[in-house]
C-alpha cells in the first residue's frame, strides 16, 4: 500500500529517521529531458528551514537518481531516486518513546503493528511527502509538452481567508500566500501560534491550467476520485473540495449548474470535472489541512502501557503545515494528471512517442 497510480506508478520508502527517503516511478514514457535544476528547484520550494514560518529542520533534500535516465533522458525503466536524512535529530523524541502524541498516528500505527518507530512518526511522518514533490516535479517534465501547468497558494490560515487570488505573488512569498492584503495578517497568526507553543491550521489553493478534455477514467478510476484518494492520504489532510465543493450543497441546480454557449463552457463550478472526467477548463482544488498536532504545551495522552501520563514535545515542527503543504498539493495533483494522460493515450500512442522523439 505504498504504490499508487496505474500507467504511471510511484511508489515511495523510507521514515522521518532513517537513512533517507526515496521512490520508484514506474511507467515512465522514454525520452523525457530530466532538468535537475528545477527539480531542485521544486524540492526547495517544500524544505524547511527557509523562514520562520516553517520547520527549523534544514535538510539538502538533494535526489540522487538511482536508475532509469541516461545520457539527460528517461529510458522508459523504473526511474529510481533517493533523498538522503541528514538533519535528523532522534534524541528529541527519547523522551516520548512510550508515548502516544495526541492527534499523531503513534496510537493506530501500534496498535496495528505492534512496533513503535518514536522518531518523528517513522514512516507517518511528513518527511515522506520529499518523495512526492520529486516524484511530482519528474510528473510535470512529463506534462510541459502537453501546456499543462500547475499553481499553488495559500488561500486561508486560522480562518484568515485571501478575497484576491494572485499566484504570481503566493510564488513569491515566504508563506505562499495568495492575497498580498492579508499575507501580514495570515503571518501574525502563524507567529501567534508559534510564541504560544501552538500551532494553526490552513487550507490550500491548487489549479492547472491547459487541461484537456477527457482525462479520467469512469467508473472507478475518475478523475477526482483519484485526487481525493492521494490528497487525503497526505498527513494533515482532513477535507478536500473541488470547484465550488461545499457550496455547492447550499444552490439550486439552476445555480450550480455551468452551462454551455458555442464557445464552451460559461461558468466553471464543477472545477474542471464532470462525471469524473476533465472538461478543459481549469481544475480547481481547495485542500484543507488541520493544525500541526506537535504543539509544545503539556497534554494529556496514554502511554504503550495503559496509563495516563503527561506528553510534553520537543523537536522542531511546522506552526502551520498547510503552507509547506500547498506545495506536496500541486505535486499530487501533477502526478495524478500525468496518470490519467498517459491512460488516456493508449489510443494515441503516436502522439506520445512523437512528443518524446521515441
Known sequence: MNTFGEALRVTTFGESHGEGIGGVIDGLPAGITLDMDFLQTEMQRRAGGRNLYSTQRKEADSVEILSGVFEGKTTGTPLGFFIKNSANKSSDYDSIKNLFRPGHADFTYFKKYGIRDYR???????????????AGAIAKMLLQPFGITLQSGILSVGGIAAQNLDFNHASKSEIFALDAQVESAQKEAIENARNTHNS???????????????????????????????????????????????????????????????????????????????????????????????????????????????????????????????????????????????????????????????
Open 120 to 134: 518523528g512518526g517513522g514512516r507517518s511522518s511528513a518527511r515522506e511527502t520529499s518523495a512526492r514533490v520529486a
Open 200 to 358: 494553526v491550521g490552513g487550507v490550500a489553493l491548487v489549479r492547472a491550467c491547459g487541461v484537456p478534455c477527457g482525462l479520467g477514467e469512469p467508473l472507478y478510476y475518475k478523475l477526482d476520485s483519484a485526487l481525493g484518494a492521494l490528497l487525503l492520504g497526505l498527513n494533515g489532510v482532513k477535507a478536500v473540495e473541488i470547484g465550488d465543493g461545499i457550496e455547492s450543497a447550499k444552490k439550486t441546480g439552476a445555480q450550480n449548474n455551468d452551462a454551455m454557449n458555442q464557445k464552451g463552457f460559461m461558468s466553471n463550478h464543477c472545477g474542471g470535472i464532470l462525471g469524473g472526467i476533465s472538461t478543459g477548463g481549469e481544475i480547481v482544488l481547495r485542500v484543507h489541512f488541520k493544525p500541526t498536532p506537535s504543539i509544545f504545551l503539556p497534554q494529556q495522552t496514554q502511554d504503550i502501557y495503559g496509563n495516563a501520563v503527561e506528553c510534553n514535545i520537543k523537536g522542531r515542527h511546522d506552526p502551520c503545515i498547510a503552507v509547506r503543504g500547498s506545495v506536496v498539493c500541486e505535486s499530487s495533483l501533477a502526478l495524478i494528471l500525468a496518470d490519467m494522460l498517459l491512460l488516456n493515450a493508449t489510443s494515441k500512442l503516436e502522439n506520445l512517442q512523437k512528443i518524446y522523439n521515441v
